[in-house]
Structures are given as structure tokens and as C-alpha cells.
């Protein structure tokens, strides 16, 4: 299970990276201010659909985590009754 999680925390810190790195790289691409900034609007409207598919799939995750732990939880309570 950790596993998953660092991969989930993994994905969501590259994903941060790429994004600050795209920031970066445009604010000093050599183009008119009005271009930088149409396609900064751009990009972060690419990132924050990603950023939210992301976070969605955490969040399921997490639910099939807690549902197999409490699985397992009732399961442990019933054998030692």
C-alpha cells in the first residue's frame, strides 16, 4: 500500500515540477509580452484539468484503501470472537 502512495505523491510532485518548469521556460522564451501571457493562461489551464484527474484518482484510491482495511478489520474482529 505505501507503495501506491508514493507513487501517487511521486506523480503529483512531477506534475508540479513540469509545470513550474513550463512557467519558467515561457516567462523567458523570447516572444511578445501578450503570446507569454496567452500561453501561461494556457498552460495552467492544462495543468489544473491534470492537477484535478489527479486528484480524483487519489481520491478513489484512498477509498478502495479505507474500504479493504475495514475489510480486513471486520474480518480480524470476527475471527477473534
Known sequence: MENKNSGAL???GLAAGLALGLAI???????????????LK????????????MAEEIKERAGTMM???RERMRGN????M
Open 10 to 12: 511521486l506523480g503529483v
Open 25 to 39: 521556460g515561457l516567462l523567458y522564451a523570447p516572444r511578445p509580452g501578450r503570446e507569454t501571457r496567452a500561453m
Open 42 to 53: 494556457e498552460r495552467a489551464i492544462e495543468v489544473k484539468e491534470k492537477a484535478g484527474e
Open 77 to 80: 474482529a470476527e475471527a477473534g
Open 67 to 69: 474500504d479493504k482495511a
